[in-house]
């Protein structure tokens, strides 16, 4: 086998480590100036800091982790993290993927490492050097906010295979059930006189950061990702972010 070279990623390393994605099944990286916006405009980057790492073997690049700041809040403190991104490396090379996570682990520049997308494969790479898994069992669980108990109803039956006629009959059959239970655990939610707008994240004022400093004070002990105006505009600023339609309600 080639010998391997092992250095900290550059900007220019782009269409290497999409090609390098796309041959081992990562779409996330094939998204349209992703590392202008993750790394260029990303305010908590700076050229001090390592944006991930590669391997490397006949000019070829065969592995990749990237190494995304972020900025938290806890304990009225703010704390920087490193987050990893795209694990992915050849299958002929795979022996060597302890030195990518390897070095991700030893940065001395972050309060705090985070894996926010892992699959089992990189799940068990982060084990091996003592990753925790965050302290909430029920991570993985979805959790439902019921506006329309019969639509809600008939699109399970339809999502399990049921035909359209039955599940329009057993969803009016079980609806009037779910409002009594709604009812005895008391979990209608009124709205009370307040007026919604919907808006989009551009439309935004300095007014959220009045927001965001608010739920910091009313949640000193919880560790959260910062959402100041600057934070939500550079979320939702590459093209990729358009499919998932983010909506602020007001």
């Not at 699959?119 to 909430?136: E, L, M, T």
């Not at 329009?168 to 007026?195: Q, S, V």
């Not at 590459?238 to 499919?243: C, L, Q, R, V």
Request: hydrophobic share 45%; with cysteine.
């Amino acid at each position: 086998m080639s010998s391997i070279i092992f250095r900290e990623a550059t900007l220019k390393d782009q269409q290497s480590v999409q090609a390098l994605a796309r041959r081992n099944g990562l779409i996330a990286e094939q998204s349209y100036k992703a590392w202008e916006w993750i790394w260029e405009k990303n305010r908590y980057y700076n050229e001090d800091w390592p944006l991930g790492w590669v391997l490397e073997s006949n000019k070829n690049i065969v592995g990749f982790i990237g190494n995304i700041p972020r900025a938290y809040t806890f304990e009225g403190k703010c704390w920087r993290a490193g987050v990893a991104r795209a694990l992915v490396v050849d299958k002929d090379f795979r022996n060597h993927t302890l030195k990518l996570a390897d070095a991700f682990f030893k940065q001395r520049q972050v309060d705090i490492l985070i894996f926010s997308g892992c699959n089992r494969d990189s799940a068990a790479v982060y084990s091996f050097f003592h990753a925790k898994k965050i302290p909430q069992p029920e991570y993985n669980r979805d959790l439902f906010w019921i506006v329309s108990p019969a639509s809600f109803v008939f699109s399970l039956l339809r999502k399990i295979g049921l035909g359209g006629t039955l599940s329009w009959l057993f969803a009016k059959a079980i609806t009037p059930f779910i409002y009594l239970e709604m009812f005895f655990r008391k979990r209608f939610i009124g709205l009370g006189n307040f007026d919604i707008d919907i808006i989009s994240p551009e439309a935004l004022s300095k007014d959220i950061n009045q927001f965001w400093e608010y739920l910091q004070q009313a949640n000193p002990n919880r560790f959260l990702s910062y959402r100041d105006l600057d934070s939500i505009k550079w979320q939702f600023a590459n093209d990729s972010a358009a499919t998932r339609k983010p909506k602020i309600f007001t």
